[in-house]
């Protein structure tokens, strides 16, 4: 299995440009995860998908960020306009939900690493 | 509310060392408790797990136990190698389904 796969590995943008991550799955999971990590704020879970449908999406910091999932293969993370507190790793991750339950072995892409300039 | 706290890295060990990695939990219920591990450049993967208390989660030489009498869950390896140098993440399983990760204490392991 390739596991879970992002892109692009690393972007550096400018400030107020939008910026777009893309996350593949591993086949057959249902759930899918967007995370943060910084080193003042660790790891931070911005919203997760269960079914292709978003279910929790508090940890989105503010409107400029938002989340799709168009199908259970893919998934992105948008940012628009991007600013320079934006930098951090994002984390695609995903899992396999039984009975509605989600699981706690999730599976963690690579990351992206973003700089915002 | 739900939340980890790790002893602060980085800890600097010389090979064959012993390990511990403190970590504490508060938690409504009965969570499920994990230890993840974060290598250079990758993603978090589970290293070990323990779902109730007193079980004793182990893997790759690590252990942990799950201690509810004192909400811990402390990670220990007898001999670390130079190869056990990452990021190490507690977390713990709510009933909310959301996994709550500690800040991560960073691990160096020298020759």
């Known amino acids: 299995d390739a596991g879970v796969i992002q892109s692009p590995r690393h972007e550096v943008t400018e400030m107020g440009q939008e910026v777009t991550l893309r996350c593949k799955p591993i086949?057959?999971?249902?759930?899918l995860f967007w995370y943060r990590q910084t080193m003042m704020r660790g790891l931070e879970l911005l919203i997760y998908?269960?079914?292709?449908?978003?279910?929790?999406d508090s940890g989105m910091p503010e409107d400029r960020f938002s989340a799709k999932m168009p199908n259970a293969s893919f998934s992105t993370l948008k940012i628009q306009p991007s600013e320079p507190r934006d930098s951090a790793v994002y984390f695609c991750?995903?899992?396999?939900?039984?009975?509605?339950?989600?699981?706690?072995?999730?599976?963690f892409g690579p990351g992206t690493r973003l700089t915002v300039t | 509310g739900n939340s980890v706290t790790q002893m602060e890295g980085p800890v600097t060990l010389s090979e064959e060392a012993f390990l511990t990695i403190n970590c504490t939990y508060t938690?409504?219920?009965?969570?499920?408790l994990f230890w993840y591990v974060q290598y250079p450049g990758e993603g978090l993967q589970l290293l070990l797990k323990a779902t109730k208390a007193d079980d004793k989660g182990s893997n790759k030489g690590f252990e942990a136990t799950y201690r509810k009498e004192t909400t811990s869950f402390h990670l220990e390896k007898g001999s670390v190698q130079v190869s056990d140098s990452a990021v190490y993440f507690c977390a713990l399983y709510n009933q909310g389904g959301k996994l709550i990760f500690g800040q991560g204490t960073e691990l160096s392991v020298k020759p």
């Open positions: 991750a995903s899992s396999l939900a039984i009975g509605g339950r989600l699981s706690y072995e999730q599976y």
């Open positions: 998908f269960n079914n292709n449908v978003p279910i929790d």
């Open positions: 086949s057959g999971h249902n759930s």
């Open positions: 938690a409504t219920g009965y969570p499920s």
